[in-house]
């Protein structure tokens, strides 16, 4: 019983890890798209 508590606790916290970091990366992506859109008509002229 132990040991299924544990393991399940591991795999939420590798899910909520593999989670969070998808979330802050596609975040940064998606940041670095709107500065690059912002910028690109700028680089145009």
Known sequence: ???L???SF???DANLR???T???S???WY???LVFMS????VNI
């Open 39 to 42: 910028t690109q008509p700028v």
């Open 10 to 12: 591991v795999f939420v």
């Open 31 to 33: 940041q670095g798209g």
């Open 18 to 20: 593999l989670y969070l």
């Open 1 to 3: 019983m132990t040991y």
């Open 5 to 7: 508590l544990v393991s």
């Open 22 to 24: 998808g979330f802050f």
């Open 26 to 28: 596609g975040y940064w």
